[in-house]
């Protein structure tokens, strides 16, 4: 991707999905007119600039100044967006984390208590975003159409640079290698997942019955949740390991070998954990196998063999899963450069 069609794509982004390519055309004839013969990269900065942010660009292909956020204060307007939205998010979910733990009586399930409140997360972060987004919107709205000048009491909303050529996002990386936001959120989200179910397995993972209100009952727990703490500083590695491996996912944006060795490490010694922690002889809640032959109307020796064909299958799973990952992360990281970093910023 040049720095030509870098701007021409920040351009057709805020355009009408039927006008793109009709303006992408006239747009590129326009800046090669403005550019001399032969060009070079000053020249190509110079003519970008004169024409402005891509945003001001997009305005002015408009047929009609016909907008609710109008050009002026757009790009304050999506900035804002991306500042509040973070934080409502995250203080939704602290408050109700909070309120829940507070509400929390004991009497239920832990499970059913993780159910309920995640349900109700989901449903509170959904109705702030909606009255955020809204009054994000009436307040530019307002001030847009009363003053835009006003807009500079809220100092922290402005973007002190002025917008430059420089500014463009000119990165080409293939898609294999690029590392998203989403891929950070997700992995984060599993960590903490993960290391609460591990500190609370003998209040999660277990038997369940019905009350005669239909709420979850909690039986007993079919793991040994004494085996599972005596694993706690492995275990506890493997999440510094994890997040480390996230905040340079984060960093860097895209797999490098640093990444892969560091993936390939997590995997590695989180397979193995889990492999000593599962051929424990005493993994299994011993209470919970008698339980189990009972329910299901067979002898304990039959569920015995049962579960450890189940946990034998998990870390045949967990090996050549853990070993895909691994293959996978040195692959992506070891892409050519020349797909990724070295650009070519003009032809």
């Not at 805020?14 to 060009?39: C, F, G, Q, S, V």
């Not at 959904?126 to 835009?148: K, P």
């Not at 340079?248 to 490098?256: F, S, V, Y």
Request: aromatic share 12%; with cysteine.
């Amino acid at each position: 991707m040049t720095l030509i069609d870098a701007y021409i794509d920040e351009v057709s982004k805020k355009l009408h999905k039927n006008k793109r390519e009709n303006i992408k055309l006239e747009l590129k004839a326009t800046i090669e007119d403005m550019l001399p013969e032969p060009y070079s990269e000053a020249d190509i900065m110079e003519v970008l600039k004169k024409l402005g942010s891509p945003a001001k660009v997009a305005a002015s292909y408009q047929d009609t100044p016909r907008y609710l956020i109008g050009p002026n204060v757009f790009d304050l307007y999506t900035r804002t967006i991306k500042l509040v939205f973070p934080w409502a998010i995250f203080i939704t979910i602290i408050v109700q984390v909070i309120q829940r733990i507070f509400l929390y009586s004991g009497e239920e399930a832990l499970l059913s208590t993780i159910i309920s409140a995640f349900s109700m997360t989901i449903v509170a972060i959904i109705s702030v975003s909606f009255h955020v987004l809204f009054w994000i919107t009436i307040f530019f709205i307002v001030i847009e159409r009363s003053n835009t000048d006003k807009i500079q009491i809220l100092p922290f909303l402005n973007d002190p640079k002025e917008w430059t050529p420089e500014s463009l996002n000119i990165k080409n990386i293939p898609k294999d290698k690029l590392i998203t936001l989403s891929d950070i959120i997700f992995s984060f989200v599993g960590i903490i997942i993960f290391t609460f179910v591990y500190w609370n397995a003998n209040r999660l993972l277990g038997i369940y019955t019905t009350n005669g209100n239909g709420s979850l009952k909690f039986v007993m727990p079919i793991f040994n949740q004494n085996i599972l703490q005596s694993y706690a500083l492995f275990f506890m590695l493997c999440v510094i390991l994890s997040l480390t491996l996230t905040f340079l996912k984060w960093r860097t944006g895209q797999w490098t070998m640093t990444i892969a060795i560091i993936n390939a490490l997590l995997q590695s010694a989180g397979t193995i954990v889990f492999i000593v922690i599962a051929v424990h002889q005493d993994f299994i809640h011993s209470a919970s196998i008698p339980y189990i032959a009972a329910i299901v109307e067979s002898n304990t020796a039959k569920v015995s063999s049962i579960i450890d064909k189940i946990l034998l299958a998990s870390m045949c799973i967990a090996v050549l899963a853990n070993a895909f990952d691994i293959y996978q992360g040195f692959r992506k990281a070891k892409i050519p450069a020349s797909k990724s970093d070295k650009l070519k910023i003009y032809d």
